[in-house]
C-alpha cells in the first residue's frame, strides 16, 4: 500500500522549515550572521519537532540516527558562527552535523575543523 499522505500539520511545519531556511540563507549571503544563527536555529527547532512528531506516529521503527537535513543545518549554523567569529559554537555545530551525515555523503569532509 502507498504511503499514507501527510499530514497538513506535517506539511506545515515543512513550509514552514523550508522558508526558515531560504531566509537564514539569505540572511548568511547578506552577512547577517547573528540574525542568520537565530533563523538556523529556528530551521532546527522546527525540523526537531517534526521529526518528533513523525517519530510519534511511527513508533516501533529502527531509527539509523542519520539526518542530513539536520546535520545540513547544524553544518550552515557552525558556518555563521565561523563568519561571526564565534568559533567553539561553530566548532561544536560540526561535531553535531558530523553525527547526523553519513561518511560517504560528501558533506562531512566540509565540516572537519
Partial sequence: APPAPPSSSSTSFSSKLQSLRRTAGA????G???TAVEKYTECIETHSSLKSSNRAKDAGGASSGKDETLGVLHGNR?????????YPEAGR????????????????GKLRV
Avoid: F, K, Q
Fill in 93 to 108: 555545530d560540526c561535531e553535531i552535523a558530523m553525527r547526523y551525515l553519513d561518511e560517504g555523503s560528501g558533506l562531512v
Fill in 27 to 30: 540572511l548568511y549571503t547578506a
Fill in 32 to 34: 547577517s550572521y547573528p
Fill in 78 to 86: 557552525a558556518a555563521s558562527y565561523m563568519m561571526y567569529e564565534m
